[in-house]
């Protein structure tokens, strides 16, 4: 729990973590739209299908948002304690300085796999639901396009907040690049029919 509070903390106050956390959040809740689009253009909605592919892409984006983070960001900070031995001429290995920089690679590869799952995930939901005959397939299809625009609004709020600009207009752009998204998808679709 600690640990969790620490991310979540990291995501608040952290500017590197933010923008992981912002970027990648936005790449998983587009990513599903695109799901969701191409379900819709092939009319094909059946629950378990939109739910494998679904599960499918959250652990594909979430691993690749983790492990490449993970890597790339192992690597800068590499760097960045071998120029300040260099600098400073002292070796800087099992020092507090590596050990934070290890801390917040682990910290940061966490944020950027987990955001763009999780932002996947929550849109899925709906098709649970109809699979377990709650909902029915038009209304999980309905509620999955509706929380993917929650999702994208409430991005946008928090990216709003974050620069303290207005974040409703935040919002309104997030969940316009959504529908811009779609439109494309859809358009590209009709072009190859």
């Known amino acids: 729990m600690r640990y969790l509070n620490q991310i979540i903390s990291d ?5 590197h973590a ?24 092939l009319s094909e909605f059946h629950p ?18 983790a492990f490449g983070r993970f890597l790339s960001e192992q690597a800068e900070r590499k760097l960045l304690l071998k120029q300040m031995e260099k600098n400073m ?17 682990i910290s940061i590869s966490i944020i950027d796999g987990a955001s763009p799952a999780l ?16 909902i029915s397939v038009n209304v999980s ?6 929380l993917v625009f929650t999702v994208l609004f409430g ?23 959504g529908f811009v998204t779609s439109l494309i998808i859809f358009l590209g679709a009709m072009l190859f029919q």
């Open 11 to 15: 995501v608040l106050h952290d500017e």
């Open 18 to 41: 933010r923008r992981a956390f912002a970027n990648n959040a936005f790449d998983g809740a587009l990513t599903f739209l695109g799901v969701l689009m191409g379900n819709l253009v």
């Open 48 to 65: 378990l299908t939109v739910i494998k592919i679904g599960l499918s892409t959250c652990l594909a984006i979430g691993m690749s948002g």
């Open 89 to 105: 001429f002292t070796d800087l290995s099992a020092s507090s300085l590596e050990r934070e920089a290890k801390k917040k690679t």
């Open 119 to 134: 932002t996947a995930l929550i849109p899925l939901v709906p098709f649970f639901l109809a699979h377990a005959s709650v």
């Open 141 to 146: 299809i309905i509620a999955s396009f509706a």
């Open 155 to 177: 991005l946008g709020l928090f990216l709003g907040k974050t620069s303290e600009e207005n974040a409703l207009l935040y919002g309104g752009l997030v969940v316009a690049v």
